[in-house]
T-cell receptor, first 115, second 113 residues
């Protein structure tokens, strides 16, 4: 099956700093990528949808200036958490879909801890 | 707005039992439904995907059914094993193009030996 990678798998940062998370589709071209956030013992909540070359569409309640999403190529999307705060600590999971696929393929997730 | 509900939220069973996890969704206009497994602190593992035109899918000891008109899906696990302990997530893909999977809150399964 298709493989999606994320980097880093975990990161610890200080409050006020910015963190970038990369999501790559390794063996297919992802026309659409999705970013989810999962708090402990909660389900995945969609943060934003991005199409290659276009601005991301953010879900209600997600600050677009705080969570910067770039989908500059068909195999790479990045999520930058700007001016991170402890409440941004969460598990961030990216997902990718190509134009022919019926499935969304998920990355392994990135654990962000803000101290 | 599509909402996905999973019942029960948690389930504990002894090894060897057959069990059923339930998923319901409010809008029957779906493209497909997918069941995932998630181990603590880990990402998602896709278990079964059912297209909207299908009634069920099987993989090993797992069988998932879909009744789109009533907005329900079940995941049947036969002869449960301790290694089946995990959180099981149900997700639907809305029919609108370009939309993301919408997840339920999951059922956390614990199988004791």
């Amino acid at each position: 099956g298709a493989v999606v990678s994320q980097h880093p798998s975990w990161v610890i940062c200080k409050s006020g700093t910015s963190v970038k998370i990369e999501c790559r589709s390794l063996d297919f071209q992802a026309t659409t990528m999705f970013w989810y956030r999962q708090f402990p013992k909660q389900s995945l909540m969609l943060m934003a949808t991005s199409n290659e070359g276009s601005k991301a569409t953010y879900e209600q309640g997600v600050e677009k200036d705080k969570f910067l999403i770039n989908h500059a190529s068909l195999t790479l999307s990045t999520l930058t958490v700007t001016s991170a705060h402890p409440e941004d600590s969460s598990f961030y999971i990216c997902s990718a879909r190509d134009s022919a696929a019926h499935e969304q393929y998920f990355g392994p997730g990135t654990r962000l801890t803000v101290t | 707005k599509q909402e996905v509900t999973q019942i029960p939220a948690a389930l504990s069973v002894p090894e060897g039992e057959n069990l059923v996890l339930n998923c319901s969704f409010t809008d029957s206009a779906i493209y497909n439904l997918q069941w995932f497994r998630q181990d603590p602190g880990k990402g998602l593992t896709s278990l079964l995907l059912i297209q909207s035109s299908q009634r069920e899918q099987t993989s090993g000891r797992l069988n998932a059914s879909l009744d789109k008109s009533s907005g329900r899906s079940t995941l049947y696990i036969a002869a449960s094993q301790p290694g089946d302990s995990a959180t099981y997530l149900c997700a639907v893909r809305p029919i609108q193009a370009g939309t993301a999977l919408i997840f339920g809150k999951g059922t956390t399964l614990s199988v004791s030996s």
